[in-house]
């Protein structure tokens, strides 16, 4: 006659359970293979993916805004060039001057007018240069074709300023329209790179917005609800200890009705 023991999960059973649960809580992950749950996983490898696509745009966004305060910082230095051959210009028109004095006036405007010619043509951003009237685009989204660019000036603009000479009181009163002039194109094209870095930036907090909504998605999939689990894994301990007592039990009954046998 043999007498069985009441039908409990083995212990094998309770282990695993355990072990499964002992993961989620330790990784805070319920999800992290395909064994856990093949479907969930697969949606959670498509919003890990469109969270590195956001990420990878805000991050684009970024050298947009760099590239345009690059650019700014190089037209405020040569705002700050025709400024001060305006200034020149005016102080030269002055009839009290000399022609000696005029020329050292227009050698300091020489030095100048250099200066704004570099600016123009070695001024770069991540090696290619700026000023060269091609337009530079930023992927500013996850999607094909979702970029901003914007077209930086060839500097063509500052060549009035650049053939004056105000050795002359004539030759000063062309620099003063010309100075005039090149200052008026460029508030328009700083004014334009101001457009275009807000605009970047209200791209940036879109994205991120964006971003954030899909991690809160990933994480309701992924994440190991705590209570939950704790709960579980208590009840499987609970389980387990009990199994483990009642099969012992269930092994003295059996030993006694084959002893009295």
């Not at 405007?109 to 337009?135: K, R």
């Not at 190991?224 to 039990?249: K, M």
Request: negative net charge; without cysteine.
């Amino acid at each position: 006659m043999k007498i069985g023991a009441p039908n409990f999960p083995s212990t094998t059973q309770t282990e695993s359970v355990s072990n499964k649960l002992n993961n989620q809580l330790a990784s805070g992950k319920r999800v992290t293979s395909a064994a856990d749950d093949a479907a969930a996983l697969q949606i959670i490898n498509r919003l890990t993916s469109q969270q590195e696509g956001y990420s990878q745009s805000i991050r684009n966004a970024y050298d947009g805004i760099s590239y345009s305060q690059t650019t700014d910082s190089a037209l405020s230095g040569v705002n700050d060039a025709v400024s001060r051959i305006r200034e020149l210009s005016i102080q030269a028109g002055n009839g009290a001057l000399t022609d000696s004095d005029r020329q050292a006036l227009q050698d300091e405007v020489s030095q100048l007018q250099s200066q704004i010619t570099d600016t123009f043509e070695n001024t770069t951003f991540g090696g290619q240069a700026l000023f060269d009237g091609n337009q530079t685009s930023f992927q500013v989204g996850p999607g094909a074709n979702t970029t901003q660019g914007f077209t930086a000036s060839d500097g063509s603009f500052a060549n009035p300023i650049l053939s004056v000479d105000i050795s002359t009181q004539a030759g000063a009163q062309t620099a003063i329209d010309a100075a005039d002039q090149v200052s008026e194109a460029l508030n328009t094209q700083r004014t334009q790179l101001g457009a275009f870095e807000n605009t970047l930036s209200s791209t940036i907090r879109g994205l991120g917005t964006q971003r954030d909504n899909i991690a809160e998605s990933q994480s309701r999939i992924q994440d190991t609800d705590y209570a939950s689990a704790v709960a579980e894994q208590t009840a499987n301990d609970i389980l387990s200890q009990a199994s483990i007592a009642l099969r012992g039990q269930a092994n003295q009954s059996a030993s006694s009705v084959l002893g009295l046998l």
